[in-house]
T-cell receptor, first 113, second 110 residues
Framework: DAGITQSPRYKITETGRQVTLMCHQT?????MFWYRQDLGHGLRLIYY???????DKGEVPDGYVVSRSKTENFPLTLESATRSQTSVYFC????????????FGSGTRLTVV | QKEVEQNSGPLSVPEGAIASLNCTYS??????FFWYRQYSGKSPELIMS????GDKEDGRFTAQLNKASQYVSLLIRDSQPSDSATYLC??????????FGPGTSLSVIP
């Protein structure tokens, strides 16, 4: 299916475990983004990527790792999950010019216990 | 100081009325502005973008931009219960980042 898909939709993990959230887009968009959304904080940028093999930190990168070996995939890894990383995570993509806004995936609700 | 500010609401309007959502931004060099709608438990969905001063209309939605006042608004005419959602304002700053506001919760009362 065309679009941007995230998996899993829901995830419960234990403190200290590594967990990877997946994001896949079929538009060949250059830019991809990871946001977290929390009550009281709105959407906060974690990492973004301008192209394959190019990534950069956003506002709240600590505790997260990203990679982008292929244009269509942009996984987000929590190296050692903490309870403060309990959140809803959204992946987004946009074209090279980024003038038309972002398209968001359906989100992953992550709970760290 | 937050870079994009919105009243958190909730804003309640009766069905059929005009809903007015407001947003201010701090980076005077911002050039692109966006409104997203987010239903509860869903992802943000782009509904309007505006780049020039003035009004931009799309169906029941009108976006207004005043760069001198650093102010963006979204008007929803003939509001419907299905418009009940959180509306996120976003700006693309002069340092090439898109910053989202905290969102305004809109409730349209039948």
């Amino acid at each position: 299916d065309a679009g941007i898909t995230q998996s899993p939709r829901y995830k419960i993990t234990e403190t200290g475990r590594q967990v990877t959230l997946m994001c896949h887009q079929t538009w060949s968009h250059s830019y991809m983004f990871w946001y977290r959304q929390d009550l009281g904080h709105g959407l906060r940028l974690i990492y973004y990527s301008a192209a394959a093999d190019i990534t950069d930190k956003g506002e709240v990168p600590d505790g997260y790792v990203v990679s982008r070996s292929k244009t269509e995939n942009f996984p987000l890894t929590l190296e050692s999950a903490t309870r403060s990383q309990t959140s809803v995570y959204f992946c987004a993509s946009s074209d090279q010019d980024r003038i038309y806004g972002y398209t968001f995936g359906s989100g992953t609700r992550l709970t760290v216990v | 100081q937050k870079e994009v500010e919105q009243n958190s609401g909730p804003l309640s309007v009766p069905e059929g009325a005009i809903a007015s959502l407001n947003c201010t931004y701090s980076d005077r060099g911002s050039q692109s502005f966006f409104w997203y709608r987010q239903y509860s438990g869903k992802s943000p969905e782009l509904i309007m973008s505006i780049y020039s001063n003035g009004d931009k209309e799309d169906g029941r939605f009108t976006a207004q931009l005043n760069k001198a006042s650093q102010y963006v608004s979204l008007l929803i005419r003939d509001s419907q219960p299905s418009d009940s959602a959180t509306y996120l304002c976003a700006s693309r700053t002069s340092y090439d980042k898109v910053i989202f506001g905290p969102g305004t919760s809109l409730s349209v009362i039948p």
